[in-house]
């Protein structure tokens, strides 16, 4: 297996993590932009997300291979007998789940990734949460905007880096892809070491400003010109989406 490539994102780029408009989707406002005084809050909630922050991620190639163990206690109840599994150099990860298999498709080849904001960022809005519930939501809304600035981030380094025609990542837990693989895929990718990602016994990332998954490499069908990152034309689930539709910049 190649090596893991880790990025700890240098402090020049943080402002890039910053997107007002996004965390006022995460806020509910659909394509509005909140009133006056809540955006003089986001920009001050902002400057003290940016001195709390601590980006970096980590991601490797992965052969995908067939994995046809049988199931005979899930017979008759729709799971599927032959699923495919991510191959870290050797040791293999199964994934189930309809959802990854339509995003990884039939290639041969995948990249598992993983990001995170940092612990301090949890510590800062546990503050806030004592203090007071407003900030402590608009500063949430940040974070989660921050998160998915920097899956952008991560996926063009990936496909800077690799040479591959890469589309989005795809997250542990998203649809029915089951949060119970986290600790072997961390343990795996080597996610603790590499950027200090654990899990608690629920399956929740810890830090949780964190995501893994997979990125799929396209197949050259002219699947998805667009580049969306995981949003709107792209995503096969856009159309009931309340978080992003109707959010995209690119009109797709």
């Not at 407003?134 to 940040?142: I, Q, Y």
């Not at 998203?174 to 590499?194: I, K, M, S, T, W």
């Amino acid at each position: 297996m190649e090596a893991a490539r880790i990025v700890w994102v240098g402090r020049q780029e943080y402002k890039s993590l910053v997107d007002y408009r996004e965390a006022s989707v995460f806020l509910g406002y659909g394509e509005q932009m909140p009133d006056s005084g809540t955006e003089r809050e986001l920009h001050r909630l902002a400057d003290a997300l940016l001195d709390v922050i601590k980006p970096r991620y980590l991601f490797v190639p992965v052969r995908l291979v067939q994995d046809c163990v049988k199931r005979p206690e899930a017979a008759g109840q729709g799971d599927p007998t032959v699923h495919i599994a991510a191959d870290f150099g050797g040791q293999c990860l199964r994934l189930p789940g309809d959802a990854i298999h339509a995003h990884l498709g039939r290639a041969g080849l995948a990249v598992a990734a993983c990001l995170t904001l940092g612990g301090q960022v949890d510590a800062w809005i546990d503050k806030l949460q004592k203090e007071s519930m407003l900030d402590a939501l608009l500063a949430d809304a940040l974070a989660n905007a921050a998160v998915e600035r920097l899956r952008i981030h991560l996926e063009q380094e990936a496909r800077d880096v690799l040479g591959l025609d890469l589309g989005w990542l795809f997250g542990i837990g998203y649809e029915d892809f089951p949060l119970v693989l986290q600790p072997d895929f961390l343990r795996l990718a080597g996610a603790g070491e590499g950027i200090g990602l654990s899990v608690n016994t629920k399956g929740i990332l810890i830090p949780l400003k964190s995501v893994t998954g997979f990125i799929n490499v396209r197949d050259g069908a002219g699947n998805g010109e667009k580049h969306c990152n995981g949003r709107c034309g792209m995503c096969p689930r856009h159309e009931e989406c309340r978080f992003f539709r109707g959010s995209c910049s690119k009109n797709c």
